[in-house]
């Protein structure tokens, strides 16, 4: 008898994945809801969306369920944001000493104005000290438990940060990084620049680099990596209204060709389930029904489903009102891949970052910026 001894696609310090394929952190949507329908589709890593630090260390009843994890996601993912070295340490401590997860990312793409005008998120790697200590203490405070970084290109062209940020989270023992390929200034408009993701890639050799921007079908997937070589690849708008999009990743890298052509039955049903996971992780119908409504244009983007029955769904008021509100579209409608494939999500214009002041004379933090870091974040939600 031969045994085979199978090699995982991708490892992120001790956790092997069979698939390359990370779920990208995505604010107000990748709570343990989605992450589980996505999770019933495909294999990878599904990352929750960005948890303050501070809050976490304040314990405030929002962040301990943002931070909960249902007993089938067999591997948590909490991504963390904070910009003082010692708060972020605090909460990756509560995270490893209470066994509350298995992998921890910290977020330093963020380019929402909130976020970078206190100089966190995407604004932050421009200061190499601040960004050396955070990454230290995250990392060695997290022990075994592997922590990743995730951030943007830089600031703007004048102000690129990708290949410093690399190296000095290799040397700072983090497990992997990953790059959008795109600028703070860029947010989501044009394209995301992947010849960025093969240059860090060849930049930082020990650890694995995961490229990130773009990834719209299984087909993006494989491109990226083979135009860039990165290690695995993180997905988010493209996942928006078609969780499947994980089966269709883990075929791909799988070598199949097998691929979701969900008509619009199928769809109604993953829109149903993604319904009726909010009400168990909400503990409310109303709040479940009120949150299912931002998803309703991306499930049905590119299937002829009128503009009443559009607004109705989009107002949907319990899951019986849904049932009645699906009850009425023709489940016999087929895929079409034109309408459904392509762009989905966020895209907007460029924008000048709002910074704190002075944030751009120097590379490192001069004395009163490291007094002003006075952590006040207890309001921001990513992006
Ligand atoms: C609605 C939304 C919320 C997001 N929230 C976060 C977040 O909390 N943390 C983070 O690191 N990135 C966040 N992002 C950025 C994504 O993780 C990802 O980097 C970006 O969308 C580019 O990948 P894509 O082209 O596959 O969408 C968010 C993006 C969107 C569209």
């Known amino acids: 008898m031969t045994t085979t001894v199978s090699t995982p696609a991708l490892s992120i310090g001790p956790i092997a994945l069979d698939s390359p394929v990370v779920l990208a952190p995505m604010a107000g949507i990748t709570n343990t809801a989605f992450r589980r329908l996505c999770r019933e589709y495909g294999a990878g890593l599904y990352v929750s ?3 303050t630090s501070r809050a976490l260390v304040e314990r405030t009843p929002e962040t301990m369920r943002l931070i909960s994890h249902h007993p089938s996601e067999s591997l948590r993912s909490v991504q963390l944001y904070g910009v003082d070295p010692k708060t972020v340490e605090a909460a990756v401590g509560i995270l490893v000493d209470e066994d509350r997860a298995d992998h ?3 977020n330093f793409g963020c380019p929402v104005p909130k976020v970078t005008r206190r100089g966190g998120g995407s604004a932050l790697p421009w200061k190499r000290d601040l960004f050396g200590a955070i990454v230290r ?4 405070r997290a022990g075994d438990i592997p922590v990743t970084v995730k951030m943007r290109i830089g600031i703007d062209e004048s102000h690129v940060t990708y290949l410093d940020a690399g190296r000095i989270a290799e040397d700072a023992g983090v497990a992997a990084v990953a790059l959008h390929g795109r600028t703070a200034a860029q947010h989501y408009s044009g394209k995301a620049d992947w010849t960025a993701i093969a240059k860090l890639k060849e930049a930082v050799t020990s650890i694995p680099v995961l490229g990130n ?3 719209w079908q299984a087909e993006d997937a494989l491109r990226m990596v083979d135009e860039t070589g990165v290690d695995g690849v993180v997905v988010g708008r493209g996942c928006l209204g078609r969780p499947w999009l994980f089966g269709d990743l883990a075929a791909a890298f799988a070598g199949s060709d097998t691929r979701f052509r969900p008509g619009l039955g199928q769809v109604a049903d993953a829109f149903r389930r993604h319904a009726e996971l909010l009400v168990e992780f909400f503990g409310e119908e109303d709040r479940a029904c009120r949150d299912i409504r931002k998803h309703v244009a991306w ?4 299937y ?3 503009g009443d029955a559009r607004r109705e769904l989009a107002a949907v008021e319990s899951l019986a009102h849904m049932d009645e509100l699906l009850g009425r579209l023709d489940r016999d409608i087929p895929y079409v891949a034109e309408g459904i494939e392509g762009q989905r999500g966020r895209a907007g214009s460029p924008r000048t970052p709002a910074l704190p002041d002075g944030w751009l004379d120097s590379p490192e933090l ?3 910026q490291r007094e002003a870091l006075i952590e006040d974040e207890s309001d921001t939600r990513g992006g």
């Not at 203490?137 to 060695?140: F, I, K, L, T, V």
């Not at 499930?299 to 590119?302: A, H, L, N, R, T």
């Open 213 to 215: 921007g773009d990834i």
């Open 299 to 302: 499930y049905f983007k590119g």
């Open 137 to 140: 203490r995250a990392a060695r």
């Open 304 to 306: 002829p489903v009128g």
């Open 366 to 368: 001069t004395p009163a």
């Open 49 to 51: 969306e960005m948890i």
């Open 104 to 106: 921890i990312d910290l």
